[in-house]
């Protein structure tokens, strides 16, 4: 084995050679822009400048290139990322290509994405993980829509350093007139994004000028090749390394000795000897070890995959968070979040859609729309759904509580995709905003849908027959009052009436429906809308049975009573208010008033949620003390409306 003047071996060298490029960082970034702008030329000629096109590649190009080529004398570099047949017949771009080379200081991997509008599912898929954006212009053309589009994209998705690339230098004769009015145009528009860091630099991704090398036809240019740019870009800094975030994924128990969590760390530095929190548990212990497949660690941080094993046998399992007991993420099931659409089904609200975040996955809704983005404007619109590729702002609710941040703050505990719970495709993406009080949540049971849309098929069996047969029409009769009111007494007295008198019905009680179908929501407003909407739904398909339910909620918002109305339909509706003053509510149930009024418990409706009395109830039973409840008016009732026989 020779050595050389240092006496190392040639194994020697080619150790450190491996350790060295072990050791370089890496950056991802996309390029971005109109179509025919450039992008897969750059990026081509990115490869090809800096010698890190193999050679079975350039024969493949120069094959490609005389049968194929758009780039008439030169060679169309372009082909090294036009990979589908369909790129390559209209010499566009249609999906994300990701491409990988190094250079003495740097590992990239770039994501070239599509142009075209009807693709920015595919930028923002290429985006999600990127570092740097490259947005190429036209010099040609300027600042155009495309370019408002995917500078906005970038700053939505959190990118901190964008390259605005004016391509195509050499058909404006290299004019520094020309890149100055384009650089002004844009930088006047990204002073409205959040995007930190933005350099300009004129190009020509077919001819070579400033991509590796600089250009002598643009002697007026002191900056940057983009190369040069790639190389030393500082990106360090957009990790999180101060908020502990570590997402269990999986429980290793190799051994009966051994059980330790396996996770990616997304944020922050966890040490062994730290003291760790488990969320939502919020149980405690401290990390006794740090290992990866090479071995034990002292500490780790994003984007490292490790195994913790902890002091204490504390219940840890998929899903579940690790954080530092001061440095606590949000506990919520109500948020805010810019939402992409990205699937060609229209979104439903109060659809359950299902949630991934970290490495948790429950079931969501969508609560509201808040507005939708114009992209290419930037202005904001009401809307009712999205549609492939809408973009906008919405309130979400989940199951069970996330531990999550702002997107802007931490972007792996901020974003999440949305699934569809029967095809399991990905409908969109989101990136969390802030949480929402409760006391703002929007409360809605009816959007665009009504009582016909409620029920898909149709029976075999006519009304008049069910009505024939079971002797009575389909109704629902909804008893609303304060807790402690007597409704309850009301309602099973009735059925008892009607029973007797050979009536089918069906008595749904507030706490039974919450003790099953309802059991993951609270008593929240947005919560205690969901829960009437289940009910609403039930009562209609029962109702389209024949039966008649009997329902006593307290249903304390009149609008709300209108929407479950709408949904039931109204000819079947039948409002009972219960009217009993607080007092004698409160010698009714005294320990869940004197809880609220403790502050132990809240959203209790006519102490510190509102209760608004029906403005038109069909009965009104006024109970006062030592009223005896009795349901023989509502017999009445629904004898003289033909709902029961006489």
Do not use: W
């Given at each position: 084995?020779?050595?050389?003047?240092?006496?190392?071996?040639?194994?020697?060298?080619?150790?450190?050679?491996?350790?060295?490029?072990?050791?370089?960082?890496?950056?991802?970034?996309?390029?971005?822009?109109?179509?025919?702008?450039?992008?897969?030329?750059?990026?081509?000629?990115?490869?090809?400048?800096?010698?890190?096109?193999?050679?079975?590649?350039?024969?493949?190009?120069?094959?490609?290139?005389?049968?194929?080529?758009?780039?008439?004398?030169?060679?169309?570099?372009?082909?090294?990322?036009?990979?589908?047949?369909?790129?390559?017949?209209?010499?566009?771009?249609?999906?994300?290509?990701?491409?990988?080379?190094?250079?003495?200081?740097?590992?990239?991997?770039?994501?070239?994405?599509?142009?075209?509008?009807?693709?920015?599912?595919?930028?923002?898929?290429?985006?999600?993980?990127?570092?740097?954006?490259?947005i190429l212009v036209d010099a040609r053309k300027g600042i155009i829509t495309q370019t408002k589009r995917h500078t906005f994209l970038a700053s939505l998705l959190g990118i901190k350093h964008v390259v605005l690339a004016v391509n195509k230098m050499d058909l404006v004769d290299y004019s520094q007139e020309v890149f100055e009015v384009i650089c002004a145009d844009y930088k006047d528009f990204v002073t409205r994004l959040n995007i930190p860091d933005v350099h300009c630099i004129p190009i020509s991704a077919l001819k070579g000028d400033n991509v590796v090398e600089h250009s002598e036809r643009m002697g007026w240019y002191d900056g940057k090749t983009m190369l040069h740019f790639l190389e030393t870009v500082h990106v360090g800094s957009d990790q999180n390394f101060i908020d502990l975030r570590y997402p269990v994924q999986y429980v290793l128990r190799p051994s009966q000795g051994y059980r330790g969590f396996a996770a990616k760390v997304a944020s922050g530095i966890v040490r062994k000897g730290d003291e760790l929190m488990v969320l939502p548990s919020r149980k405690k212990s401290t990390v006794t070890s740090i290992t990866t497949y090479d071995g034990e660690l002292g500490e780790a941080f994003p984007p490292m995959s490790v195994a913790l094993t902890l002091a204490d046998e504390v219940d840890i399992s998929r899903g579940d968070m690790l954080v530092h007991p001061d440095n606590m993420p949000k506990i919520e099931r109500h948020f805010e979040s810019m939402l992409v659409w990205m699937s060609e089904q229209p979104m439903e609200l109060n659809k359950q859609y299902l949630i991934k975040h970290t490495s948790s996955t429950t079931r969501a809704r969508i609560d509201k729309i808040r507005y939708r983005i114009d992209v290419n404007t930037l202005s904001k619109s009401d809307s009712d759904a999205f549609e492939l590729n809408d973009i906008g702002r919405t309130v979400l609710t989940t199951n069970k509580?996330?531990?999550?941040?702002?997107?802007?703050?931490?972007?792996?505990?901020?974003?999440?995709?949305?699934?569809?719970?029967?095809?399991?495709?990905?409908?969109?993406?989101g990136m969390i905003i802030d949480r929402v009080s409760e006391e703002n949540m929007p409360s809605r049971i009816t959007g665009a849908e009504t009582s016909t849309t409620a029920v898909a098929g149709r029976s075999l069996i006519s009304d008049a027959e069910r009505q024939e047969r079971l002797r009575q029409k389909g109704a629902t009769v909804w008893i609303t009052g304060l807790h402690g009111s007597g409704k309850n007494d009301l309602a099973y007295k009735l059925e008892r009436e009607l029973f007797d008198r050979g009536a089918v019905t069906v008595v749904i009680d507030g706490s039974v429906v919450r003790s099953g179908l309802s059991r993951e929501l609270d008593y929240s407003p947005p919560d205690r809308a969901e829960h009437l909407r289940r009910v609403a739904h039930l009562c209609h398909m029962l109702n389209d049975q024949g039966l008649i339910t009997i329902c006593t909620f307290i249903s304390p918002d009149e609008d709300i009573r209108r929407q479950v109305a709408e949904i039931v339909g109204r000819e079947r509706f039948h409002l009972v208010y219960v009217d009993a003053d607080k007092e004698l509510c409160r010698e009714q149930e005294p320990d869940l008033y004197r809880k609220v009024e403790e502050g132990l418990l809240q959203f209790l409706p006519g102490v510190d949620l509102p209760f608004e009395p029906p403005a038109e109830p069909e009965v009104?039973?006024?109970?006062?003390?030592?009223?005896?409840?009795?349901?023989?008016?509502?017999?009445?009732?629904?004898?003289?409306?033909?709902?029961?026989?006489?």
């Open positions: 084995m020779h050595n050389n003047s240092e006496g190392k071996t040639v194994t020697d060298e080619i150790v450190e050679f491996l350790d060295r490029d072990q050791d370089k960082d890496l950056l991802r970034f996309l390029t971005a822009g109109s179509v025919d702008d450039g992008k897969s030329t750059l990026i081509g000629r990115l490869l090809f400048d800096s010698k890190k096109i193999y050679e079975d590649q350039l024969i493949a190009l120069e094959r490609d290139n005389a049968r194929e080529g758009h780039a008439e004398n030169d060679t169309d570099y372009a082909l090294l990322l036009d990979g589908l047949k369909a790129e390559r017949e209209q010499g566009i771009t249609i999906d994300v290509a990701y491409r990988y080379f190094s250079t003495n200081k740097r590992k990239f991997i770039i994501a070239d994405t599509p142009g075209h509008e009807q693709y920015t599912r595919n930028m923002v898929t290429g985006a999600s993980t990127a570092n740097l954006s490259i509580p996330l531990c999550f941040d702002s997107y802007q703050k931490n972007k792996s505990t901020g974003s999440f995709i949305l699934i569809d719970p029967v095809s399991f495709n990905t409908v969109a993406v009104t039973i006024v109970q006062r003390h030592g009223d005896m409840m009795d349901a023989g008016v509502l017999v009445h009732y629904l004898q003289e409306h033909g709902i029961i026989n006489q």
